[in-house]
């Protein structure tokens, strides 16, 4: 089937090159030429583990190609919308000006029969008011949300755990269905659960889940500001609990907390679009969850505070870590960079390592020391902090090795990824988030 992709960035391009890996012919549009330019050379503009492989392939297949001219989408039998939805600068609302501006620069190269799927993070109620634009040209509208984890994206593409598609009443919807089933078939042969549904209830899906896992995270940290209080180990806490299988053990790990370019600012759209509708105490909770999760982060630092005796003015602080999480180069309200800013304000000498985003932290913090190798940033440190849990820091950092390296032996675990034990006992002083 022949498809476009408006709006290249995280969401689309991985949408776009995993599209073409199924089979389908794809063209992915965005006004940004260097992104462009990128993408059409095989070269992702940003790192995520495969999307180098089926960018590349795909661009050599003949499969998949990029461009700046929306007209490229003429022709195609289902266009995908992927663009971005900030956060306003004066609000906790989505910024809906790229979703608005892309579907108005499509209208006028869409035909009868036609598909515009939507795939942006957008408030319930935003398909509703998009819809009769589309209409209007004999195409149809339907709202298609993506479930993209960070580090796993092309896989949850190809082989996505549900797809789910918002369309509206009668013959017009059903027929919306039936042509997204063809496009997401090898899914759908391998009995991946197909949800037809009505707009609203599509939009309400993703920021739904979206609430969901940062209210289990909130729950956890917030147990975590309980345990350094009393003594108790959240760690042993969530193992306990997540027995339950009402409850399970996933995303029950006490940290420094959430970030990146979804789950804060869905959580906070989510919010608005609830007091927009006069049912704002529905998710009153959000606005806490929100809170607890900022706390972790000055939490953490307080911790490297405390290890050094009260103060860390003029001493060598390495930060492990920099993207949000780990597979990923994304800085988006890092909290492993907000960290890392925190402990620089309070007078520190801030070195920060990753393996992909110290490009992206050092446009945005330059103020900050970055060294490439592991091990160099380690030397002569007074105290480390693992902010982020790349497999270099929670696995194959050996706490013997590290040792020889730093001037003092503290280290603060803010993911708690790191065998406390194995620490101790190399006499480091460890600190646990919510940890005794």
């Known amino acids: 089937m022949r498809l476009s992709v408006i709006g290249c960035g995280y969401l689309g391009a991985v949408h776009a090159a995993a599209m073409a890996s199924i089979g389908h012919e794809v063209v992915g549009i965005d006004v940004d030429p260097r992104k462009i330019a990128s993408l059409s050379k095989g070269e992702a503009p940003f790192f995520e583990p495969g999307l180098q492989e089926i960018l590349a392939d795909g661009i050599a297949s003949g499969n998949l190609r990029f461009t700046t001219d929306m007209s490229a ?22 910024d809906l000006t790229y979703v608005n501006a892309a579907v108005d620069e499509l209208l006028p190269y869409l035909a009868e029969g036609e598909i515009v799927a939507g795939k942006s993070t957008v408030p319930v109620g935003t398909a509703a008011g998009l819809a009769p634009r589309v209409t209007a040209t004999g195409a149809t509208l339907v709202w298609n949300p993506e479930f993209l984890r960070e580090g796993w994206a092309v896989q949850d593409t190809i082989d996505p755990d549900r797809l789910v598609a918002g369309v509206p009443a009668g013959e017009e919807g059903e027929t ?3 042509v997204l089933r063809e496009v997401y078939h090898p899914s759908v042969a391998k009995g991946t659960p197909f949800i037809v549904t009505d707009y609203a209830t599509a ?9 969901f896992l940062a209210t289990k995270i909130s729950f956890i940290n917030a147990m975590a500001e309980i345990a350094e209080v009393t003594g108790a180990d959240v760690t042993q806490l969530a193992d306990a609990i997540g027995h339950d299988a009402r409850i399970g053990r996933r995303f029950l790990g006490a940290g420094i ?3 990146g370019g979804c789950l804060p600012k869905d959580i906070r759209a989510f919010s608005a679009r609830a007091e927009e509708l006069g049912r704002g105490e529905s998710v009153a909770f959000l606005r806490q969850v929100d809170e607890i999760n900022l706390r972790r982060r000055d939490r953490a630092a307080q911790l490297v505070v405390e290890a050094l005796g009260g103060s860390v003015f003029k001493k060598n602080i390495t930060v492990l870590g920099a993207a949000f999480k780990p597979h990923s180069d994304d800085i988006r309200d890092s ?3 907000d960290v890392a800013v925190r402990l620089h304000g309070l007078g520190a000498w801030v070195t920060i390592t990753d393996p992909a985003a110290i490009a992206n932290a050092q446009r945005v913090h330059p103020q900050l020391n970055y060294v490439e190798d592991r091990d160099e940033a380690l030397r002569e440190a007074d105290a480390v902090i693992v902010v982020t849990e790349w497999d270099e820091y929670r696995r194959e950092l050996d706490p013997q090795h590290a040792g020889s390296l730093v001037r003092g032996k503290v280290v603060v675990d803010g993911r708690n990824c790191l065998d406390a034990g ?15």
Do not use: C, I
Request: charged fraction near 20%; proline fraction near 5%.
């Open 73 to 94: 989408a003429r022709g195609a039998k289902v266009h995908f919308v992927g663009v971005g939805t900030p956060q306003v600068k004066d609000g906790y609302a989505a």
């Open 176 to 178: 919306a269905a039936s």
């Open 203 to 211: 939009e309400l899906v993703k920021v739904a889940a979206n609430a």
């Open 257 to 259: 907390g959430f970030g």
């Open 335 to 337: 909290p492993a960079l």
């Open 422 to 436: 194995a620490w101790r006992a190399a006499d480091w002083e460890y600190f646990g988030m919510g940890r005794p």
